[in-house]
């Protein structure tokens, strides 16, 4: 299967991930600084949101882990280089977060990354964010719900949880729409985390029957919860903002260079079948991005 | 034996503290008493707001209306390093040394006479830290031979006033849940535990629950703890103590666990009634209509009986807050005289517009006036100092535009950053008025097209500042606080983001984002002079009398929310430039009589 990136020209698009390697790193063809940049400072910092399983979050050691952290290892590997992870939390908005990660940095430290991984592909909000590039979407992204069937033997409707509770992360778009939903009926039913860990617990404790959030975290929790019964359910969402939306990363506007070059290692790991087989290890099914 | 051991602990303590100096000046002790009586004592400051009530009035009168025109810099500190940003800090004073912080938490004792450094402190920050709203620090806290501050990554620290040297250093929050700090901490007396150091907190939307937290100041140890918001448990010794409200009395569901209510700004004490007084942010999340219910005590004035942190009296200025009416504005005790009586009354101004005069023994409300033009949100305040809600002006549900287009918009007085921010006002013992430095600018605010959030897609809202008028956006008033009054204004181009200083001597000093420090006179508004500092002022200014002579200081830096925010507003500040240092000013001797 052939997997194509858009926004890549045609001169790079040729211009594999191997016969960047096979070039020596010092391709005459990619003339703008910022890939040269990276590879002569021997050095890729990707950023990744933290408590994010399965695709990016700190270990007890501090080790970054996850589905998008091994991508971000691959793009280092691919262009020769150490990759250090920047492992940050989510700030109000995705726009907040190019700004703070890719473009500007933050306000102490004024630190940012080269990439920015997880970012949704929206051409909305790329025109709007003039300073970063969004580009090369790898994966498809759903909402979804994990229900226990010990608890909850049928989900076909959220009117399920007018009377039973619901766990789900704050301040999410899970949240949102659970919040909203039905004219305020299931305020009363919805547990939440402050992390995505705190209500992955509540539901893997059993102290509620059903979790809400990204098809990808649900396939994760049965995968980590083998013990319960789980099902992944997609029932209808009323009032859901989008029920999927690709994924794919950014750079800042003067290194879309790089943005193609990773966009490169991201198509051949798709052609390959390693992306699938990466989120496979993680209990998730991958589904390329859907640019309709 | 016992004689000897205790003759050798005495000369070892004597060697520290010889060891400790490196100045002709010399830092003694602060008494609980000196912070208590520090307004009627003109030769040091001692606390944050020139005494615990933060009435930033000084009773000195050498300088005047006359000879201020003579009020010449003696010198200038520079903060030096590549750290700039606002500086929002408030002076310390105590015995011929400066105690002042800076921004990216750093501190400085300077020798008054010279201007010279006699210590730096420099907090290391860990990555990982995202303060929402600049890298500001308001200012220190000083008792026995310590001095205390907040650091960005929400830790206190007590620090040896003679070097500098950290004492102890103990955890208000964890940074890396988005918990920071930037007040000054205030220092109260108990019958139960001695003084105690008091710390509000801050941080980011989501996830930071308000609370005070009351801590031994010699050891760092807490000794209570009080959330702001209902449905959380306080503690006392390390024990859980009571409540705070009633679980979901105001709040449907589990939104009080992340409520919100942050004590961002710090409080103030009134020896009089014993009360800490602390105001509280906006709840979370933003969006009002997915938290029905007054959100108790968020936008809201609390007062706290420090001896065990019970909460003994709650006034909310802006119930089910949907303005980001953030209501952590100081509370400042007055006496105030009406009808032939003295009211124990407060004042605060709150950012959403309203002036409001609370008795402050039990909070009942006594009165509410605009203090700014043209407010939409509300009509007035009732007589329980309820708003009298303008329906159509609360901003909506994001999620009934669901086709993700952006939506209608509509115009809110005050904007988000309130009709006054964190700066504080200053109220004169000798004209019995409230000095206010507030902003006349609005907000426009729509559903925002979809955004996305942590991955994930979104509706949220749009929120633009916008000035009233073409041309000014600060407005320095004098209020009456027994009719609302307003006395006099002084109007500024840029907003103001500066506290206010009064003096018996007749004059009302603040900065201006231009980077003048002015002074008016304190009943006709009249502007009587002004220095070019050479970059924004967003700090307070302070006064006190050293070797018979009267000195005025204030803290230079653009910066703070204002520069962050932008929006139209950017437009008047945008050719603004950074700084960082301190100015110190007197009048030169033969002058002062003048």
Not at chain 1, 222 to 251: K, N
Not at chain 2, 39 to 67: F, H
Not at chain 2, 444 to 461: C, F, Q, S, V
Request: with cysteine.
């Amino acid at each position: 299967m052939s997997y194509r990136i858009p926004g890549l020209s045609q001169t790079l698009r040729c211009l594999s991930a191997l016969s960047l390697l096979a070039a020596g790193l010092s391709s005459p063809a990619l003339q703008a600084r910022p890939v040269d940049d990276v590879v002569d400072s021997g050095k890729l910092v990707v950023f990744a949101y933290s408590d994010y399983a399965p695709y990016s979050w700190q270990d007890e050691s501090g080790e970054a882990q996850g589905i998008d952290v091994e991508i971000g290892r691959r793009f280092g590997e691919s262009l020769g280089v150490e990759v250090e992870f920047l492992i940050r939390g989510a700030d109000e908005n995705l726009d907040d977060d190019l700004r703070v990660n890719i473009w500007k940095g933050d306000l102490v430290h004024g630190k940012y990354a080269d990439v920015m991984m997880h970012v949704p592909y929206d051409r909305e909000v790329d025109i709007r964010n003039e300073l970063a590039v969004l580009t090369s979407p790898y994966f498809q992204e759903q909402m979804a719900l994990i229900v226990n069937r010990d608890m909850l033997p049928t989900v076909e409707t959220f009117g399920r949880f007018v009377s039973n509770p619901i766990a789900v992360e704050v301040d999410t778009a899970g949240d949102f729409f659970l919040s909203n939903a039905f004219r305020g009926q299931l305020l009363q039913s919805i547990r939440r985390g402050r992390t995505f860990a705190d209500a992955q617990r509540l539901y893997t404790s059993t102290e509620v029957g059903a979790l809400m959030g990204a098809r990808a975290q649900m396939e994760w929790v049965a995968h980590e919860s083998p013990d319960i019964d789980s099902d992944i359910v997609q029932p209808p969402m009323p009032g859901i903002v989008r029920t999927g939306w690709p994924i794919g990363i950014a750079v800042k506007h003067d290194s879309r260079d790089l943005g193609y070059a990773l966009g490169d290692v991201l198509t051949e790991m798709i052609d390959s079948g390693d992306m699938k087989e990466l989120y496979a290890r993680y209990g998730v099914e991958w589904l390329p991005a859907d640019l309709q | 034996m016992k004689r000897k051991h205790t003759m050798l602990a005495v000369a070892s303590t004597l060697a520290l503290g010889v060891a400790g100096v490196c100045s002709t000046a010399v830092a003694a002790d602060v008494s609980i008493e000196d912070i208590m009586n520090d307004q009627a004592s003109g030769g040091d400051i001692v606390s944050y707001g020139l005494g615990p009530r933060g009435q930033r009035y000084s009773p000195l009168s050498t300088l005047n209306k006359e000879n201020i025109k003579n009020l010449y810099p003696v010198w200038s500190f520079s903060f030096g390093g590549e750290k700039q940003r606002g500086q929002e800090s408030q002076p310390l004073i105590k015995d011929g040394v400066m105690y002042v912080t800076g921004s990216y938490s750093r501190m400085w004792a300077i020798d008054i006479a010279t201007g010279e450094e006699l210590w730096q402190y420099d907090a290391r920050l860990p990555e990982g830290i995202l303060p929402c709203c600049d890298v500001v620090n308001r200012g220190a806290a000083i008792l026995g031979d310590k001095v205390f501050f907040g650091t960005l990554d929400a830790k206190i620290v007590a620090l040896d006033a003679k070097t500098g040297k950290v004492i102890w250093r103990k955890r208000i929050g964890d940074y890396e849940a988005g918990y920071s700090y930037t007040a000054a901490p205030l220092i109260v007396p108990t019958e139960a535990h001695g003084p105690l150091i008091l710390t509000g907190n801050s941080g980011g939307e989501f996830g930071i629950v308000g609370q005070v937290d009351a801590r031994n100041p010699d050891t760092g140890e807490l000794v209570w703890s009080r959330p702001t918001i209902e449905g959380h448990m306080g503690t006392l010794n390390g024990e859980e103590s009571t409540m705070t409200g009633k679980k979901n009395e105001t709040w449907a569901g589990d939104l009080w666990q992340n409520g919100g209510g942050a004590t961002w700004l710090g409080g103030t004490y009134d020896p009089d009634t014993q009360l800490a007084y602390f105001g509280t942010g906006n709840p979370a999340p933003w969006n009002s209509h997915l938290r029905p219910g007054d959100n108790k005590w968020t936008s809201a004035r609390i007062a706290i009986d420090p001896e065990n942190g019970e909460i003994v009296w709650g006034f909310q200025s802006t119930p089910h807050d949907g303005w980001d009416y953030d209501g952590v504005n100081e509370f400042i005790s007055f006496d105030m005289e009406k009808d032939g009586e003295t009211i124990k009354a407060g004042a605060t101004a709150d950012r959403n517009g309203f002036f409001y005069v609370l008795d402050r023994t039990n909070g009942e409300f006594i009165s509410a006036t605009p203090f700014v033009r043209d407010i939409t949100w509300a009509s007035g305040v009732d007589e329980n100092g309820r708003p009298l809600f303008n329906p159509e002006n609360r901003p909506g549900n994001p999620a009934e535009s669901a086709d993700g287009k952006k939506g209608e918009s509509i115009f809110a007085v005050p904007g988000f950053l309130g009709a006054k921010n964190w700066m504080p006002m200053a109220y004169s013992q000798k004209t019995s008025n409230f000095y206010i430095p507030s902003n006349e600018w609005g907000m426009d605010i729509w559903n925002e097209p979809i955004t996305y959030k942590k991955g994930a897609a979104y509706l949220g809202a749009g929120f633009t500042i916008k000035p009233l008028f073409d041309d000014y956006i600060g407005s320095l008033k004098a209020v009456d606080p027994s009719t609302g009054e307003i006395k006099w204004e002084y109007k500024n181009k840029a907003p103001l983001w500066g506290g206010v200083l009064t003096t018996a001597g007749g004059l009302v000093f603040t900065g201006t984002p231009e980077g003048y420090l002015k002074a008016f006179d304190d009943e006709t508004g009249e502007e009587l002079w002004k220095f070019q500092t050479g970059t924004g002022i967003v700090s307070s200014p302070i006064t006190w009398e050293q070797d018979g002579e009267q000195y005025v200081a204030i803290v230079t830096g653009w910066g703070g929310a204002v520069p962050l925010w932008g929006g139209e507003v950017a437009k008047v500040v945008s050719y603004l430039n950074q700084g960082g240092s301190v100015w110190v000013f007197k009048v030169p001797e033969g002058l002062a009589s003048r």
